[in-house]
């Protein structure tokens, strides 16, 4: 069964740039698009973008300016860099994949735990 | 952007109950590209529904999802006592956007 888990630095000073990994365990990376999603302290889920597993990319237009998605099939993970960041950008970050294999836009139905990240 | 509108903010209601939640489309939503989940304290989001319709895996027929154009219901028909958390409905036929959720409560 496949299981996505984050990482990285739960503190970022303002203007550093922040950098999570999304491990996949218990399946391939290749096939699928995969995504991040962060959620604000009580607050709402927002999309962020995703990478398919060849590296195409698709970015939030709010975003995109700070924003690198990539992928490293070898170790079977991808990573988010957003740069610039600022104390809005604090969140819980989640990876997802989406049902079918197909669709660069979809339902989520893998996600991993989130991590949280506080700007400050 | 689609913007998606979910009400009620808040619902009351008891276990046993029925829970009747909407969430409504700033523009047409084709293909009824429409999900629901469910987020509980401190959890990653959970999918329910979708394709406006379609129960995912695991999930108990008590959830049903219906719609279509603009305008989306999610319903509970007996709330369970697992049930009280926020849901959220995500488009995902024009790039994707969520609601800003729903919260069930006791």
């Known amino acids: 069964q496949i299981q996505l888990q984050e990482s990285g630095p739960g503190l970022v000073k303002p203007s550093a740039t922040l950098s999570l990994i999304c491990s996949v365990s218990?399946?391939?990376?290749?096939?699928?698009?995969w995504t991040w999603i962060r959620q604000p302290p009580g607050k709402g889920l927002e999309w962020i973008g995703y990478?398919?597993?060849?590296?195409?990319?698709n970015y939030n237009p709010s975003l995109k300016s700070r924003l690198t998605i990539s992928v490293d099939t070898s170790k079977n993970q991808f990573s988010l860099k957003l740069s610039s960041v600022t104390p809005a950008d604090t969140a819980v970050y989640y990876c997802a994949r989406g049902l079918e294999m197909v669709y660069a836009f979809d339902a989520f139905d893998i996600w991993g735990q989130g991590t949280m990240v506080t700007v400050s | 952007e689609i913007v998606l509108t979910q009400s009620p903010g808040t619902l009351s209601l008891s276990p046993g109950e029925r829970a009747t939640l909407s969430c409504r489309a700033s523009?047409?939503?084709?293909?009824?590209?429409l999900a629901w989940y469910q987020q509980k304290l401190g959890q990653a989001p959970r999918l329910l529904i979708y394709g406006t319709s379609s129960r995912a895996t695991g999930i108990p027929d008590r959830f049903s999802g219906s719609g279509s154009g603009t305008d989306f219901t999610l319903t509970i028909t007996r709330l369970e006592p697992e049930d009280f958390a926020v849901y959220y409905c995500q488009q995902y036929d024009t790039s994707t956007t969520f609601g800003g959720g729903t919260k069930v409560e006791i």
């Open positions: 218990g399946g391939s990376i290749s096939g699928y698009y």
């Open positions: 990478i398919y597993y060849s590296g195409t990319t």
């Open positions: 523009q047409r939503v084709s293909r009824s590209y």
